[in-house]
């Protein structure tokens, strides 16, 4: 099993940055790749950023050139640096993470909340 806990959400003014963690525990080594998702109100959840393996990365078409996905391996930590906020970046965003051999198992996190508003 993994535990994955977000932090970091919070009400910011349009054109502000966020930097969102996702702290991951349990199993580990099992994972194979994580990344981030966010639901609005009345939307389905969509992904945002995530590592695809390999080092690579992959963003939505919205965010790309505003946000940013890292990780530190020696903390179990990801991130989603998030500059030039706009008011339909607000939502749920969740950390994900994906193992087994085929990323049959999905883990979540319970999500924090970014609220984009003057």
């Known amino acids: 099993q993994v535990q994955l806990v977000e932090s970091g959400g919070d009400l910011v003014q349009p054109g502000g940055s966020l930097r969102l963690s996702c702290a991951a525990s349990g199993s580990i080594g099992s994972i194979n790749t994580m990344g981030w998702y966010r639901q609005a109100p009345g939307k389905q959840r969509e992904l945002v950023a995530a590592?695809?393996?390999?080092?690579?990365?992959t963003y939505a078409d919205s965010v790309k050139g505003r946000f940013t996905i890292s990780r530190d391996g020696a903390k179990n930590t990801v991130y989603l640096q998030m500059n030039s906020l706009k008011p339909e970046d607000t939502a749920v965003y969740y950390c994900?993470?994906?193992?087994?051999?085929?990323?049959?198992?999905?883990?979540w996190g319970q999500g924090t909340q970014v609220t984009v508003s003057s």
């Open positions: 590592f695809t393996g390999y080092g690579r990365t």
């Open positions: 994900n993470a994906r193992a087994g051999n085929y990323n049959e198992f999905q883990f």
